[in-house]
């Protein structure tokens, strides 16, 4: 197939070389393209917060919508309270039965707000919802929740790379879902042993490292990594 040339002012297009066919427009998108692949190999730091509803593959669909709508509804107040608001965080990403939230690094929200105040904030929040559908128990909410941070790459298409694999590793630890399930109350938290070494065994404002207990081990990368257990208001060590 060969491209017409366009005709001479004042004269035909030739009539013996077929049907005209348009040349080619430049792809002026090209740099922009290399641009924001380069752009998307470099990593940002985040603060990782991911949550995920217990039992959702048991809920009947109109129950798991409810669910799902209360859950950010909860999640949206907890970081208003804490102060963390829409210009610290990337956009939000749906995981059907949870939803992870990527949390700039900024000095307005550093990592102890999220523990020493949003983390309380969602327990209290997930308690008084309950205690209104406390005669229905399939519309009971129940959360884990992992906080690690880490370096997070965006394609454009979601989020990935290696400290995110790690988070939701830790947050569907058998021993995690183990936690939730054995718990009174309706969080389990899991943080990472990043998280615990740098802030809570520190004590940083009212976070007791004595709520926290070992025992959660991942792989990814073929490295172990680790997680320490929180369940608010549980009165003694995890079993």
């Known amino acids: 197939m060969r ?4 005709p001479s002012p004042g004269t035909e297009p ?6 005209a066919v348009a040349a080619p427009r430049p792809i002026r998108s090209a740099g922009v393209h290399r641009r924001w692949i380069a752009t998307s190999c470099h990593p940002r730091h985040r603060t990782i917060v991911a949550l995920d509803m217990e039992k959702s593959t048991l809920r009947t669909n109109p129950v798991k919508r409810e669910l799902r709508h209360r859950t950010y509804l909860i999640l949206d107040e907890a970081l208003r309270q804490a102060g963390i608001r829409e210009r610290h965080l990337d956009r939000l990403t749906d ?5 992870l939230a990527l949390i700039r690094p900024v000095d307005e929200v550093p990592k102890t707000l999220l ?8 327990h209290t929040l997930l308690l008084e919802y309950n ?17 690690h941070a880490g370096e997070v790459h965006d394609d454009g298409q979601g989020f990935f790379g290696e ?25 389990a938290v899991v943080v990472s042993d990043e998280i615990y070494r740098a802030i809570v065994l520190h004590g940083y404002g009212g976070i007791d490292a004595g709520d926290y207990e070992p025992g959660v081990r991942v792989r990814v990368l073929d490295r172990q990594r ?9 009165a003694a060590p995890l079993p």
């Not at 205690?131 to 906080?147: F, Q, S």
Request: some cysteine; glycine content about 10%; charged content about 25%.
């Open 95 to 99: 995981r059907g039965d949870g939803v």
């Open 14 to 19: 030739p009539s013996d070389t077929g049907p």
């Open 3 to 6: 491209i017409a040339e366009a």
């Open 163 to 187: 400290e995110l694999d790690v988070a939701f590793r830790l947050l569907d630890a058998r021993r995690v879902k183990r936690a939730l399930a054995r718990a009174h109350g309706p969080l």
């Open 226 to 234: 680790y997680g320490w257990i929180n369940v608010p208001g549980a």
């Open 115 to 122: 523990l020493d105040v949003f983390t309380p904030v969602l």
């Open 131 to 147: 205690a209104g559908v406390a005669d229905d128990p399939a519309r009971c909410l129940r959360l884990r929740m992992v906080i």
